[in-house]
């Protein structure tokens, strides 16, 4: 749950997204707008400062100190090229590739995995923490089913 002083709304790349000041971490952050589950509008009123003024928002601005992985891609995951920015791509044998990724976050590298399927492999780690982030995903998903929660 987080209280945010929205500053613009834009579309990008297929998906609504909006940038304003994040009051759960004191800094400007930018939303997708589908991600959004519930949404309250509050009586309050904020004023902009100069120095809110977002004249260009970059969809994924990644810490360049972000840990890395390397995918080792089936051919009908190619989008994920078009999608993320990557470091680097290396064409291989029957159509894989070898992408090297930024991760944003341990979350976001799971959901990207899980959706990626079996077929994906993980083939390199700068942090070795992010090793086992498809098995202990998939582990929790497999625990909702079986004991009917929601997560």
């Not at 997708?32 to 970059?58: K, M, Y």
């Not at 810490?63 to 470091?87: E, I, M, N, Q």
Request: with cysteine; charged share 30%; aromatic share 8%.
């Amino acid at each position: 749950s987080r209280e945010v002083d929205p500053y613009r709304v834009f579309a990008a790349d297929g998906a609504w997204y909006v940038v304003g000041h994040c009051h759960l971490v004191d800094d400007t952050r930018t939303f997708r707008v589908d991600r959004i589950f519930r949404l309250d509008v509050l009586d309050e009123v904020f004023e902009r400062s100069p120095s809110t003024e977002v004249a260009s928002v970059q969809v994924f601005a990644l810490d360049p100190a972000a840990p890395r992985v390397v995918l080792d891609l089936p051919p009908d995951g190619r989008w994920v090229v078009d999608t993320y920015p990557a470091d680097q791509v290396v064409d291989g044998p029957d159509g894989r590739l070898s992408v090297t990724l930024p991760v944003a976050s341990r979350a976001w590298l799971e959901r990207l995995l899980l959706r990626l399927g079996p077929d994906t492999r993980l083939s390199d780690v700068s942090d070795p923490t992010l090793k086992a982030s498809r098995a202990e995903a998939a582990a929790r998903v497999l625990a909702c089913y079986r004991d009917g929660s929601d997560g």
